[in-house]
């Protein structure tokens, strides 16, 4: 709004509003108004998608993540604040995202719920409204794969259930309950398969990778306890790593192997390492989560819980513009947040630190290119002693050395001012 009043309202509006009355306009939203900006946004991508190739290949395989984030408040006035399972006072947005084999993820899909929600609240609506959209992004006779994945607080009946409805296919992290132990339990020694892990060796002389990882598969029926019909069956895909005991340098070997477990169902047709493999890269969904905590949602502006919503939908339809100049590179498994470059990590003989990757380019949006010409030619240069705050500085650096007084000496200020002035505080370089 500061940069429309300075030349650029009057071809938007019909008079010039203040930049408070953006914050009175998403207060006057309700939680119908924000389900209606729902409908902008998803609208907003199929033509943004139509004109553009943000999403490249929508047509092959694409996978949706969901997951939530909490956006962390200060105070006791935003509604629905809270502290959730991460002991973080704030609210959480709960985010799908769709990506393709050659793009970076898109979100399609959000909603802001209050801090103290369960994860999988409100999850079954969204994925609705994922692959809603997505159905609208795609080709009627696409035949790709979509694939939904997420973690174990997303495995639930209602969230895969809105999954299959949606002829998707599912990659969901299960909990470790008594059934699916009792799984694991029955897969044989020789069904383990070696997998090619971060910082794995390959043995040339057996062909094999030495790996710290194996995974194994077997049938797995979901839910088994409720009604027939709405039970799920599938696969169980199981990735197994030796517990390592933390004495056995000191003469405290174990006697046989222990190992952890991470388990996850899938309906999926993809081959047991594949499967393992792709539902890994499910936590590309970090990155977007710090892009948009980087920008828009680094602060929720408003104390009333619908206009933080709507404010939400908003930052998620400026960020989805500038995702088309990240090109996705190959997805590592390793890769579990988005930095920026990899000078946190230790090195190792497998690892090298390698230099800062430069940032991705940045165009002014369509709005702000038709408008860049009007506010340069009608923007006035104000005093700095008018304003209340002061503009940030962006012309080249000026003299911040301390100014001396005159006491009205003009002999003294021809020193100061005049470049051969015999000034005993400032040398000519």
């Known amino acids: 709004m500061a940069l429309l009043r300075h030349g650029g309202m009057r071809k938007l509006f019909e008079a ?9 306009f998403l207060r006057s939203f309700s939680f119908g108004h924000v389900r209606q900006l729902d409908a902008v946004a998803s609208r907003f991508l199929c033509g943004l998608a139509a004109r553009t190739p943000l999403l490249a290949g929508i047509d092959g395989p694409v996978m949706v993540d969901v997951d939530d984030t909490i956006i962390e408040v200060h105070g006791y006035a935003k509604q629905g604040a809270g502290f959730g399972y991460t002991g973080v006072g704030g609210l959480t947005a709960l985010l799908a995202t769709a990506t393709t084999a050659s793009n970076a993820p898109v979100v399609v899909a959000q909603r802001l719920r209050k801090g103290q929600a369960n994860s999988a609240r409100g999850a079954r609506r969204l994925v609705r409204d994922a692959l809603a959209t997505l159905k609208r992004l795609r080709e009627p006779n696409a035949t790709g794969l979509v694939l939904l994945r997420a973690d174990s607080a997303f495995y639930a009946h209602a969230t895969i259930s809105a ?50 990882a194996e995974v194994a598969e077997v049938p797995f029926t979901a839910f088994s306890s409720r009604k027939i019909t709405e039970r799920v069956p599938g696969r169980l895909v199981v990735r197994r790593i030796p517990d390592l005991n933390p004495k056995a340098h000191h003469g405290q070997a ?6 952890r477990f991470h388990a996850l169902f899938t309906t999926s047709d993809l081959d047991t390492v594949t499967a393992d493999a792709t539902h890994r890269h499910h936590a590309i969904i970090e990155r977007v989560h710090a892009g948009l905590k980087n920008s828009a949602l680094a602060h929720l502006p408003s104390g009333k819980f619908a206009a933080n919503a709507a404010w939400l939908v908003c930052a998620v339809m400026a960020f989805n513009p500038r995702r088309r100049h990240y090109r996705r590179r190959q997805a590592h498994p390793s890769d579990y947040r988005d930095r920026q470059d990899n000078t946190h990590r230790r090195a190792s003989p497998h690892r090298l630190l390698g230099a800062t990757a430069p940032p991705a380019p940045a165009t002014r949006l369509a709005m702000a290119a038709r408008l860049d010409h009007t506010v340069r030619s009608q923007s006035r240069t104000t005093a700095t002693r008018d304003h209340l705050t002061t503009p940030a500085n962006t012309g080249p650096t000026e003299d911040r050395r301390p100014r001396h007084h005159t006491s009205g000496d003009p002999s003294r200020l021809n020193q100061i001012s005049s470049p051969n002035g015999n000034d005993h505080h400032h040398h000519s370089p």
């Open 163 to 212: 999954a299959i409805t949606a002829r998707a296919q599912v990659s969901v992290t299960v909990r470790m309950d008594p059934t699916v132990k009792a799984a694991i339990a029955s897969i044989g020694d020789d069904a383990w398969t070696t997998i090619a892990y971060p910082e794995a060796i390959y043995d040339p002389a057996t062909d094999s990778w030495i790996s710290r």
């Open 16 to 24: 010039p509003y203040a930049p408070s009355t953006l914050g009175s």
């Open 254 to 259: 174990t006697l046989f192997d222990l190992w």
